[in-house]
């Protein structure tokens, strides 16, 4: 029996130095002192050994467990450094590299020009009113006196869900239920998403956005309506802005007009960005038509008002100078990022 405690002894001694790892170092435990380890088999044999041997091989077996125990603390240290060393030199971080920078927003061209073009007509007395995309066929046509056999009711113009539903062409509908909603005075703003069946290109696209204004009371007339407007333009363009209106026509003001703005590049002399015209069209606009106002219940008799529309797409690109449509759509970044 000590024979076999000094040959354990010997293992801890000469094998524990092999283990590599602390799965390695576990099974090497339990292969000396566990339940069913060597020592513990020994010590199991102490009941056949006479009085005189059994504290001899007692002692002896506690100096070669606390040996033995000594040895995998000393190596479970050494493993442990040795874990850690590896861990920290696959972690290792160079301080002296450049941090990672953290690349911060940007609003959208299209959000930039929007907030502009409201903060200037909220600082004019209107407000702002949104409406759904989808929309009523009445809201969107015949209460804006937009008859049944107008181009922009035809299938190939509209995104229909049913004869009764469509995706809105314009943002006039909110126009509309503000009216039936409010009585007069008024005056708002209506920014907005809108539908038609365009094929996309630099310059078209099947969704693009709108921002249209109204104004209804007592003794609003064509005057009011172009020194507002021409208020609008010398803010959103610049002082020195020139505007002139032309005679137009739609359906749901009468008279209708197209209102340019003298080129904001050229001062009206002619250049690449107005083709040469030293004029550049922003938006249309009219004295809300009678019929509009009655369906609206409202008297024309003793109400009038105006009302306007834009393209926020349009105006963005004159803004900024950008030369396709396509670009505000596309979320490349590397357009994005020059409008921080």
Not at 32 to 58: C, H
Not at 299 to 326: E, H, N
């Amino acid at each position: 029996m000590k024979r076999q405690l000094e040959e354990i002894r010997e293992i801890a001694e000469k094998e524990l130095v092999q283990v590599e790892n602390m799965n390695q170092l576990e099974e090497f435990r339990v292969r000396l002192l566990g339940k069913k380890g060597l020592l513990t088999q020994v010590l199991r044999g102490m009941g056949k050994l006479s009085k005189e041997e059994r504290p001899e091989i007692g002692k002896l077996a506690n100096e070669v467990r606390s040996e033995v125990e000594r040895r995998l603390d000393e190596q479970k240290d050494l493993l442990k450094t040795k874990e850690n060393n590896i861990r920290l030199d696959k972690e290792r971080i160079d301080v002296t590299l450049p941090g990672k920078k953290k690349r911060i927003g940007n609003r959208h061209p299209l959000t930039l020009v929007l907030d502009e073009i409201k903060e200037i007509f909220l600082g004019m007395g209107f407000s702002s009113v949104e409406g759904p995309e989808v929309e009523l066929s009445y809201y969107n046509f015949d209460a804006l006196n937009v008859p049944e056999n107008h181009p922009a009711r035809d299938l190939q113009d509209t995104f229909y869900f049913n004869e009764d539903l469509v995706l809105r062409t314009q943002t006039s509908p909110m126009q509309v239920r503000t009216m039936e909603n409010n009585k007069p005075p008024i005056r708002v703003i209506v920014p907005g998403r809108v539908y038609r069946c365009d094929e996309i290109d630099a310059t078209h696209s099947p969704v693009f956005h709108q921002i249209e204004g109204l104004i209804v009371d007592k003794n609003i007339t064509m005057g009011d309506l172009k020194g507002s407007l021409d208020i609008f333009a010398k803010r959103l363009f610049g002082e020195n802005t020139k505007t002139r209106f032309r005679p137009h026509q739609f359906y749901f003001t009468e008279p209708s007009a197209e209102m340019d703005v003298s080129c904001f590049a050229c001062g009206g002399e002619g250049c690449r960005v107005c083709g040469d015209e030293g004029w550049i069209e922003i938006l249309g606009c009219g004295m809300v038509h009678p019929n509009v106002l009655k369906n609206c219940s409202i008297d024309p008799k003793v109400y009038s008002g105006f009302a306007f529309g834009m393209g926020l797409d349009r105006i963005t690109m004159i803004k900024y100078d950008i030369d396709d449509l396509r670009l505000l759509f596309e979320n490349d970044l590397r357009f994005l990022k020059q409008f921080k």
